[in-house]
Every structure is written in C-alpha cells, then in structure tokens.
C-alpha cells in the first residue's frame, strides 16, 4: 500500500472509531474495529462487526477526500518548515480584525497527526491552526526549514540576498521583536557588503565632522576665557 492508501486509511479509521464512540458504541466493539480495519479492511470490520451504518463510512470517505492530502501535495509538507499564509480575515473575530498581528504571526510550522491529516499551526497562537487541504495548500508559501536557517544580527542579515535572510516571528515574540534568520549555506551579497561598508565610512565621517566642530566650538570657549582673564 502506498503512502497515500495508508494515510487513507488511517485517517477512515480514526473517523470511524469516533463516530462509533458518538454512537455509543461499546470499548470492545470499537478495539475490535481498530484491530480488523488495520489487519484486513475496513468493509471487513464493520461487516464482521456487524456494524450497519452505511452513511458513516460514506461520511468518513467525503471527509477523507478534503483532508488526507495527496502524495504530490504531502510531499511539499516537512516537518519544521516554515510558511507564511496572507490574513484570513474570516477567521479573525471581528473585534480583532483592525489589528489582525495583535495574536497572530500568520507565519505558520505543521503539525502531522497519527490519522494521517496536517494542520498549519500559527507560530504565536498554537491554538490558532488552519486544516491543510488539497484546495488550500497553494496558499502557504514556504519560506526555509529551521534546520537550514541560523540566527544573526540585523548588521549580518542585510549582507545577504532577499531570497537567503528572512525576518520573522516564530514565537510568541510577534513581529515587533522577531529575529533574523539566513541560510547556513549562503553567501553574502559583495555588493551589500560594500554597501554596508561604505554606509559605516559614512557615518564614521559625519561622527569626525561633528568632533571637529565640537573641538572648534571648545577652542573659541577657551580663546574667550583667556582674553578674559587677560583684562
């Protein structure tokens, strides 16, 4: 069985043994459908169960099909990516939807469950977390995984290509005090590396300047005392 067959599967299990448990079903009943489904096939536990109930399983196929996503759409999907989803001011309670970075980064990592779904998990509010489907998982661009990324100081990140330093929040810090991040395997750019160098001479010029005419404002201080002291 493929990887999606059996993500497939685990994830009609799991649905099943929910319902089944909605339905009052007793503890044994549900274990022997879990044990029979995993050994055989599902239409095989319930038939041998006898467990009659048709529309869950075409309930559980409906549900399956939105949410165990494809071999082509989980193969995008690793663990400690990183990704970034626009605002989904759907989600957002009115109150707060002026200010939709109060509780959220909208900078998101997944989370794979044991019933073979992911969900897309906001960095600062981990209870804020967007079911991942074959319709929406497009939306999420993929910025870099944590493990190719090391930390460094804002000097450091604008050495480097857009495409290879990233600013952005993957904790509870928000935006506002968010680190900066680059690729471990990437080079700085020369030509903002001059930049940078050359922003430095100019502001180490413009500080000998403001000393200059801090020295010539004391020297004419000076000058006024002893002509003075010299009356």
């Known amino acids: 069985m493929n990887d999606y067959g059996l993500r497939r599967k ?13 339905r009052r079903f007793d503890i044994v009943t549900i274990s022997n459908f879990k044990e029979l489904a995993e050994e055989k096939s599902i239409a ?15 309930a559980a196929v409906d549900s399956a099909d939105m949410r165990v996503l494809s071999e082509e759409n989980f193969a ?3 663990e400690d990516d990183v990704f970034q989803h626009d605002i989904i001011y759907s989600m957002i309670p009115s109150y707060k939807r002026d200010e939709p970075y109060w509780s ?30 074959n319709n929406n998982v497009d939306e999420f661009k993929f910025l870099f995984n944590k493990k190719d990324v090391r930390t460094v100081t804002v000097e450091e990140y604008i050495q480097y290509e857009d495409a290879d330093h990233f600013h952005v929040p993957l904790g509870t810090e928000g ?3 968010c680190k900066y991040y680059v690729r471990k395997d990437a080079k700085k750019n020369i030509s903002k590396q001059m930049g940078l160098l050359k922003q430095q001479l100019r502001e180490a010029e413009a500080k000998v300047e403001n000393l200059k005419l801090q020295i010539k404002e004391l020297e004419k201080q000076e000058r006024r005392e002893l002509r003075r002291n010299s009356i």
């Open 104 to 133: 959220n980064n909208w900078i998101f990592t997944p989370v794979f469950y044991d019933n073979g779904v992911i969900d897309m998990v906001d960095t600062r509010d981990h209870n804020f977390r967007v079911p991942l489907l």
């Open 10 to 22: 685990n994830y009609l299990i799991h649905y099943i043994m929910n319902e089944l448990q909605e």
């Open 76 to 78: 995008k999907i690793h």
């Open 175 to 177: 935006w506002q005090f």
């Open 44 to 58: 095989f536990a319930m038939k041998n169960l006898s467990i009659d109930c048709d529309n869950i399983f075409s």
